[in-house]
């Protein structure tokens, strides 16, 4: 690479983070940064668990976010010194370095101006995610169990936190559904792109005939409810069922009827969870997905009355999602970006960043369009 282009690289690198640092708002976040350390220090802090909590985690967060912007800007810094070191002592060596830098610069500064478009009202929660089998028999069920490996792979990576609430086996193989949490800032913003239809194209391994099967498995992304989301739920709107835990289960797990299903009446949406030992643990947690399915619901229902004073007749952007080809050949292909890699083994294995990455870029996009 010549030198005048690496420069011309920096220059750009450095005007990317220039923005970014705008739009987040560095003076912001130092001054919410200090009004938390002083919340953390306060003596009563833990005589409210569930405040104590959220005031950590959003330390936390700020905490990280200031480390890493501050962290780019000193290493686009310091990549500029060294190209002006290496360009006056002719020294490749030293130039090499700032290559190799410059590349990893790139990567990451993408990755923060990604977040910087997740500007959602629910974009900075946790993400609940739900994974059902659809089409496609027991292939889907297997399907719906690679997707299950694929997110929380993801989220291994990351090193974020998972909370499965609930999992439904499938007699054969694999499962008919799982719900579980993303613990993580900004889970549901970066997720909420995965919703949708996807579908698998391979050679069946359950098939003894060893003919392609096409299977389908559906995503659902939704955001996780906080204390101030005010969704009551009256007593008399719901129904609560026990019954016994089924499927892998330790000391307690599958010999009591602490498995918890609620429906609730008036919208007819079922939730249960049946991961935790105890049946008050399990109810907490089934009211949580069923709060945040409502909160969900209550979100759709306001975009589609605004969607519908704009004349936009509303979006399906999420029901067109991703095709995994094993067989003819090999690739996953995302149907509304174009992005695709050759690798789909990587991508069971939780290598999905570039595919989140181009979908949400793809929808600040689409969402700019309409405006």
């Known amino acids: 690479m010549a030198a005048q282009d690496l420069s011309e690289e920096l220059k750009a690198l450095d005007t990317t983070l220039a923005s970014v640092e705008t739009v987040l708002d560095l003076d912001r976040l130092r001054k919410e940064l200090a009004d938390l350390n002083d919340a953390a220090a306060a003596p009563d802090l833990w005589d409210d668990q569930e405040k104590a909590q959220a005031v950590t985690s959003r ?35 030293v130039r090499d370095e700032v290559v190799a830098e410059v590349a990893s610069l790139q990567k990451a500064i993408d990755e923060l101006e990604v977040r910087t478009l997740l500007s959602g009202e629910y974009d900075q929660r946790h993400a609940l995610m ?34 499965v609430y609930d999992t439904s086996y499938a007699e054969e193989a694999g499962i008919k559904s799982v719900t579980f949490a993303i613990q993580a800032p900004y889970a549901y913003g970066t997720l909420s792109v995965e919703q949708g239809t996807h579908r698998l194209v391979r050679i069946s391994p359950f098939d003894n005939q060893g003919r392609r099967q096409t299977s389908f498995a559906g995503v659902e992304v939704l955001p996780v409810v906080e204390q101030d989301d005010h969704v ?13 835990s089924s499927g892998p289960g330790g000391q307690s797990v599958n010999t009591t009827d602490s498995a918890v299903r609620i429906t609730h009446l008036p919208t007819g949406i079922v939730v249960s969870c049946q991961n935790e030992k105890s049946q008050i643990q399990n109810r907490a947690a089934a009211m949580r997905v069923l709060q945040s399915r409502l909160l969900e619901q209550r979100r759709r229902e306001q975009k589609a009355e605004m969607d519908a004073l704009k004349g936009d007749g509303g979006n399906s952007w999420g029901n067109q999602m991703r095709s995994y080809v094993i067989h003819p050949y090999q690739m996953v292909k995302d149907l509304r970006t174009e992005y695709e890699v050759g690798n789909p083994q990587g991508v069971f294995d939780g290598d999905i960043d570039g595919f989140i990455e181009a979908g949400i870029r793809w929808r600040k996009q689409t969402e700019t369009s309409r405006a």
């Open 59 to 93: 330390l936390s967060f700020v905490q990280g976010e200031l480390n890493r912007v501050e962290g780019l800007r000193r290493r686009v810094d310091d990549a500029g010194v060294l190209l002006e070191l290496a360009d006056a002592e002719a020294d490749a060596g």
């Open 130 to 163: 739900t994974i059902r089998a659809e089409a496609g028999g027991v292939d889907a069920a297997d399907f719906a169990e690679q997707l299950m490996r694929m997110y929380l792979r993801w989220a291994e990576r990351h090193h974020y936190g998972v909370e």
């Open 232 to 244: 009551e739920i009256p007593e008399n709107e719901i129904r609560v069922d026990v019954f016994r």
